[in-house]
C-alpha cells in the first residue's frame, strides 16, 4: 500500500482509470487531487442478530424488501405495497454509536531515490526527466512534512478494540478516535497488515463501548442490501445505501489475499476503514475503495469481507502481524490454449512456474509445471485463490493437493511452513544453473517452423556471442517470424525457452520432440515456459498447421 501522502496507483491502461486513497488527507502536504481506485473505502455484540423490525410489528424489515417471486416472468401485477421500501433508521439508530472518526497523524518515509538499473528500464524522454531531477532536484529529506488523514473505523469489542485500514494508520504519530457521542480519545495502534489493508487500535475507555457483530460473508449475495456508515470528507456520520453488485473482485490493486466485495453504496475519500452492514445490523464488509476517474463515487466500491477481517484481526491482536502459510511456488493463472496445450478440459488452476529451493513444495516433490487443480479436494480457480487458500492454511499444517502432470493426476501432500519476508522470498528464488548441461556440439540457429521460431542451443560461444549470464537456462530465440502466433503472444528475440510441456529444454532437439508429442496427442498448442528481461512466464503457443 503507498502511503496516504501519495495515494494514487496507476490502473490498468485500457480502463484509463487511476487507483487512490480512500482516506481524505486534509492538511494535505502537496495539493494534487486525488484520482482513480480510491482506497477508502469478536467481541461483545451490541448489534443483536435478530430482525430490525421494533417488536410487535408483523412485517420484519427483511420480509418488507424482500418480495415473492411470481410463478414466471412477465407483466408484474400492481404493487400493494404502498411504502415502497421500509425506512432504514431503525438499522442506523442501533449500529452508529460502534461506528468512529479517526484522525491519524502521518508522517511519510523518505522517498525512495531512483536507481540506475530503474533508470536503464524507462523510456528515453522519462529517464533524461529523471536523470535531471536526481541531479538537480531538492535532496532527499530524511522525513517529509506531517499530515492528517480523516477514516472511518468501528469498535469491535466493548474494552475498546477497534478496526480500520491500515492505509488509513500506516506511519501514524498520532490516532485520535471520535464517536458518535462527541466523545474523543487517543488510540495506539496494536497491529496492522499491509497485504490486506487491516489494521487494529485500541482505546482506553473509561466504560463499555457499543461494538458490533459481523456476518458470515460466504453467506452473502449479490442483491442483497447494504448500508455504508462513515467519515466522508470528514462529515462523520453518514450513512449510504445499496446492494452487494458483484462478489469475488480480485482485481482492485493489492488484492493477493483478498477477495473483495462489490457495492454500490456510496463510498467516497474518508469512508476507508467503515463498516459494510447488512439489514440485521452485523459487518459484511470494510468499506476500502472505489473505482472512480475523479476520486468521488461513481457507484462501485469494494468492501474487505468480514470473515477476512475476523482472520487477520485474530492474528494481529495476538502478536501483532498476521502469520500465513507458505508453498514456496511462483505461479500462474491458466488460459484457454495453456489448458488444451497440457491435456486440460477447461483454464481451473494454477500453473507452477518456479520453486524456491528447500520450501514445502520443494521437499513433498512439487515439479516446475505441475498445475495444481486442488486443495484439500477443494478445486482451485486461479493462482490468486491458490494464494489465498495456501495463506489461510496454519503453519506446520498438512494439506493435500491434487496436481496435473504428464496428462494425469498426481496427489502430493506437503507440510505448510510460515510464510518468509518478500526479501527473503525473492533471495531464495532458485537460479543457480545447476544441472546444466556440458557445451552442446552446435551453436547453429535451427527453424522450428511450427512455432514460427529460431532457435539455437546454448553453449558458451552462445553465451558469449550473446552476453548471457553463466546461469542462463534453455535454448535461445534468435529469431521470431512476425506471421506467427508466436510474435502475437510476445515472444521476441532474447527470450529463453526453458521448459516445453512442463519438459525441460537443454537443446533444440527438446522442442522439436515436444511438438511430436504435442501433434501426437493431437494438441494444437504447446506450452512454453520463458524468460524474458520481463521475467519467467507460460506461454501457449499454438503449432502451424503440417509444419513442423
Not at 421500509?86 to 502521518?106: G, H, N, Q, T
Not at 502430493?412 to 544453473?433: F, Y
Amino acid at each position: 500500500m503507498s502511503s496516504e501522502l501519495s495515494p494514487q496507483v496507476p490502473a490498468k491502461p485500457r480502463s484509463r482509470v487511476l487507483v487512490a486513497s480512500a482516506a481524505v488527507l486534509a492538511l494535505a502536504v502537496s495539493g494534487g487531487a486525488v484520482a482513480g481506485f480510491v482506497w477508502g473505502g469478536g467481541g461483545h455484540p451490541a448489534v443483536a442478530e435478530s430482525t430490525v423490525a421494533p417488536a410487535g410489528k408483523a412485517e420484519t424489515l427483511a420480509s418488507a424488501v424482500t418480495a415473492p417471486a411470481t410463478a414466471a416472468i412477465g407483466a408484474i401485477p400492481p404493487s400493494t405495497n404502498t411504502g415502497a421500501l421500509p425506512s432504514l433508521a431503525d438499522i442506523v439508530e442501533r449500529v452508529s454509536p460502534a461506528v468512529v472518526s479517526l484522525k491519524a497523524k502521518v508522517t511519510a518515509e523518505k522517498t525512495a531515490e531512483v536507481t540506475d538499473e530503474e533508470l536503464e528500464q524507462l523510456p528515453p524522454s522519462l529517464r533524461d526527466f529523471f536523470e535531471r531531477f536526481r541531479k538537480n532536484g531538492p535532496p532527499n529529506q530524511q522525513r517529509r512534512p506531517r499530515g492528517e488523514v480523516q477514516g472511518s473505523g468501528f469498535v469491535i469489542e466493548s474494552n475498546g478494540y477497534i478496526v480500520t485500514n491500515n492505509h488509513v494508520v500506516a506511519n501514524a504519530t498520532d490516532i485520535e478516535v471520535a464517536f458518535a457521542d462527541g466523545k474523543k480519545l487517543k488510540a495506539k495502534l496494536i497491529g496492522r497488515d499491509e497485504l490486506t489493508d487491516i489494521a487494529l487500535i485500541k482505546v482506553e475507555p473509561k466504560s463499555t463501548l457499543p461494538s458490533v457483530t459481523f456476518a458470515d460473508d460466504a453467506k452473502v449475495r449479490v442483491g442483497d442490501w447494504v448500508l455504508a456508515v462513515g467519515n466522508p470528507f470528514g462529515l462523520g456520520g453518514t450513512v449510504t445505501a445499496g446492494i452487494i453488485s458483484a462478489r469475488g473482485r480480485d482485481e482492485v490493486s493489492g488484492a493477493q489475499f483478498t477477495d473483495y466485495l462489490q457495492i454500490d453504496a456510496a463510498i467516497n475519500q474518508g469512508n476507508s476503514g467503515g463498516p459494510t452492514f447488512d439489514l440485521s445490523g452485523r459487518v459484511v464488509g470494510m468499506n476500502t475503495a472505489i473505482f472512480s476517474p475523479s476520486g468521488g463515487s461513481v457507484g462501485i466500491g469494494f468492501a474487505i469481507p468480514s470473515n477476512t477481517i475476523r482472520r487477520v484481526v485474530a492474528d494481529l491482536k495476538k502478536s501483532g502481524g498476521v502469520t500465513r502459510g507458505w508453498l514456496g511456488v511462483q505461479i500462474q493463472s491458466l488460459n484457454e490454449d495453456a489448458a488444451l496445450a497440457l491435456g486440460l478440459p477447461d483454464e481451473s488452476g494454477a500453473i507452477v512456474a518456479e520453486i524456491i529451493e528447500g520450501s514445502p513444495a520443494a521437499k513433498a516433490g512439487v515439479k516446475q509445471g505441475d498445475v495444481v487443480l486442488k486443495m484439500n479436494g477443494t478445486p482451485i480457480k486461479d493462482n490468486r485463490d491458490l494464494s489465498r487458500k495456501v495463506a489461510a492454511l496454519q503453519v506446520g499444517q498438512s494439506a493435500a493437493f491434487t496436481v496435473w502432470r504428464d496428462s494425469r493426476q498426481v496427489n502430493l501432500t506437503v507440510t505448510i511452513a510460515k510464510r518468509p519476508g518478500e526479501d527473503r522470498v525473492a533471495s531464495n528464488r532458485s537460479n543457480d544453473g545447476k544441472g546444466e548441461g556440458k557445451d552442446a556440439a552446435t551453436t547453429a540457429d535451427a527453424k522450428v517452423a511450427a512455432l514460427g521460431l529460431n532457435l539455437q542451443t546454448i553453449t558458451q560461444s552462445v553465451r558469449a556471442q550473446y552476453d548471457l549470464d553463466a546461469t542462463a537456462k534453455g535454448v535461445l530465440i534468435t529469431e521470431v517470424d512476425p506471421d506467427s502466433d508466436a510474435a502475437e503472444r510476445g515472444l521476441r528475440p532474447g527470450d529463453r525457452i526453458i521448459a516445453v510441456a512442463g519438459s525441460e529444454v537443454r537443446a533444440v532437439s527438446d522442442v522439436k520432440s515436444a511438438i511430436d508429442g504435442a501433434k501426437s496427442a493431437k494438441r494444437p498448442s504447446v506450452l512454453l515456459f520463458v524468460e524474458t528481461n520481463r521475467g519467467k512466464v507460460y506461454v501457449p503457443v499454438k503449432l502451424a498447421t503440417g509444419k513442423s
